[in-house]
């Protein structure tokens, strides 16, 4: 065994994950709740998580909830069950503590939008402008940020920032052009997408919206400006969870990454939640990155304590002021995980 596992490291840099086989009547529920107790290890998940993985966290929430429960965790381990831009917020608030991530190519078509070398030299270009990042980044473009932002604090970030100073939005181009329409700010923005959040159909929906007459619409801000003009509801994972809770309305068609339907099902069981379409037939409403967590995954980095996340020092230094930044507008403002 010990020779699969050695082999199976050295493995880790081209597959992202251990790929150890594991007995198939193995209850992981089980065994990964009896690692947790063992090791003090905390699971943070994402809505976009599978449910099985959901269900057996400590802890689920949007970006900023899990980046605020990262900082004040008193785990010796931190297993994200996100993707990799949210591991690394999780070790760079926790330079001490074990971070892993059952797959270390979960990564995230908005990061990837974004390459540090490229925006460095986009910056230049505005040498007195405020630089927002939206923590959908890599750790080297934080390092090249002032203060980052979640979608749940965005706006109260923007309106944080002195009206005479010009501001630089990354990545995303769809969250930001959002932004300055809700606060009147004329910023700069980088051309970057999220790839599941760009596929929605305005015609699939709008039919959608005539079959179910009574249904609210609600979308992520990463949607595109036609998906958004149409929502009777904008926002994160966690205010689109709640909004399904408080409104009244039986049914909701969400434009966002499907897993998120999950908690809604479960906190509202007798409602109905129907994905909104994408313009082909492909589960593409599905994140390809979140999704590369699985149970198994999840099993085996606890077991190994491997992928871990691992940060330069300078990166985590530098790095870390632009999400402490953000944490302190936040905690000022009320958002509390
Ligand atoms: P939230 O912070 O709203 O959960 O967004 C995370 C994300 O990746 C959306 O695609
Ligand atoms: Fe990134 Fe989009 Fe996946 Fe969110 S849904 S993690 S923004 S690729």
């Known amino acids: 065994m010990s020779e699969v596992i050695e082999i199976a490291k050295t493995e880790l840099n081209q597959k992202g994950y251990l790929d150890i086989d594991i007995d198939p009547t193995l209850d992981l529920v089980h065994e990964i709740n009896k690692l947790k107790k063992e090791k003090n290890a905390i699971i943070l998940a ?4 599978e449910s099985e993985i959901q269900d057996v966290a400590d802890y689920i929430g949007d970006s ?14 931190i297993v994200f069950a996100g993707v990799h831009f949210m591991a690394e917020t999780a070790k760079m608030l926790n330079p001490t503590k074990k971070v892993v991530l059952p797959d270390l190519k979960a990564g995230c078509s908005l990061a990837d939008s974004c390459p540090a070398p490229l925006f460095k030299k986009f910056k230049e270009r505005y040498p007195d402008h405020v630089v927002v990042s939206y923590i959908n980044c890599t750790a080297e473009l ?3 940020t002032d203060i980052c932002c979640t979608s749940s604090n965005a706006e109260v970030v923007i309106n944080s920032i002195p009206k005479e100073k010009g501001i630089i939005f990354a990545p995303d181009k769809n969250l930001g052009a ?9 910023m700069i923005l980088w051309n970057g997408a999220c790839m599941v959040h760009e596929i929605f ?12 007459p009574g249904a609210k619409f609600i979308a992520h801000p990463e949607c595109e400006e036609h998906i958004l003009t149409m929502a009777d509801f904008i926002g994160s994972t966690s205010q689109l969870i709640k909004y399904t809770v408080n409104n009244e309305a039986i049914s909701f068609i969400v434009a966002t990454e499907a897993g998120i339907l999950h908690q809604m099902e479960l906190l509202s069981p007798t409602k109905t939640f129907i994905p909104a379409p994408p ?20 099993y085996l980095s606890m077991k190994y304590e491997l992928p871990e996340i691992i ?3 300078w990166v985590i230094q530098k790095g870390r002021k632009c999400i ?8 000022d403002a009320g958002f509390k995980a």
Do not use: F
């Open 64 to 77: 900023l909830g899990l980046s605020q429960k990262a900082e004040s965790t008193e785990a010796d381990i």
């Open 201 to 212: 159909s305005h015609e699939k929906i709008t039919k959608l919206m005539h079959r179910y």
């Open 46 to 49: 994402h809505y976009y998580q």
């Open 324 to 331: 402490d930044a953000m944490l302190k507008i936040s905690v």
């Open 311 to 313: 940060l330069e020092d």
């Open 178 to 186: 959002y932004l300055i329409k809700k606060t009147g700010r004329d």
């Open 142 to 144: 934080k390092t090249l």
């Open 279 to 298: 313009t082909n037939s492909c589960a593409c409403n599905e994140c390809p990155h979140m999704k590369r967590n699985t149970m198994e995954k999840l």
